[in-house]
């Protein structure tokens, strides 16, 4: 592999840590890739993954319809491989629990429904060992096993998986992280802290 890039939907949330999560580990694996901060459509055109960050998911929603992204980025889901973290996974949902529409309007890319904010306000942010089952996803065979230290903040939960939505991870009993195809969610932040793990499986997937 060489020559990768990466978009990081950069309308609102954390992108700059995902661009520098992302320079970790293209030298991690030793491939010469970029991080593309993604803003307009044409931003979009030759990339090879996307990661939809974690921030305000009303706010990005509102934004991806602003800038007319919403529907190329529905389109391009369905050839590369999408990471949605935290707000991110919550648009790429195809349902809220008890939303009363506050969040605009729904990516659906993946066949699940979340709860916003379901561990409870930003005070109630944590830190926790989470066991990911990385041997689910092909991609993931080789990944080294051991826990992932996760940050969660205002963090939502995968409360329903359609069929072809594997959860990957839980935490109290609640799944947060999940992947659908080469679409992959998780409830934490991993551009938050060294383990580059959830990168890596991103970019394996391409
Ligand atoms: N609770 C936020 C939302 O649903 C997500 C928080 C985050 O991305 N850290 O938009």
């Not at 974690?54 to 980025?73: C, F, N, P, Q």
Request: hydrophobic content about 45%; some cysteine.
């Amino acid at each position: 592999m060489s020559g990768m890039t990466v978009g990081v939907l950069a309308v609102q949330g954390a992108v700059a840590e995902h661009i520098e999560t992302l320079e970790s580990t293209f030298s991690e694996v030793g491939v010469s890739g970029v991080g593309r901060r993604i803003v307009n459509p044409p931003d979009l055109d030759g990339i090879d993954a996307l990661i939809i960050p974690g921030g305000e998911s009303t706010t990005i929603s509102k934004l991806i319809i602003a800038r007319g992204l919403y529907d190329s980025i529905r389109d391009l889901a369905g050839s590369i491989p999408v990471l949605g973290t935290c707000a991110g996974a919550v648009v790429m949902s195809s349902g809220i629990v008890d939303d009363r529409g506050k969040v605009p309007r729904l990516l659906e890319l993946m066949d699940m429904t979340v709860i916003r904010n379901a561990f409870g306000p930003q005070g109630e942010s944590f830190e926790a060992d989470v066991e990911v089952d990385w041997a689910l996803v092909p991609e993931g065979a080789g990944m080294e096993e051991g826990p992932y230290h996760a940050v969660f903040i205002r963090a939502p939960v995968i409360t329903e998986v359609g069929v072809g939505c594997t959860p990957m991870a839980s935490h109290d009993g609640m799944t947060v992280m999940a992947l659908q195809g080469r679409l992959l969610v998780t409830s934490f932040h991993p551009e938050l802290g060294d383990d580059t793990r959830v990168h890596r499986l991103l970019l394996d997937m391409v």
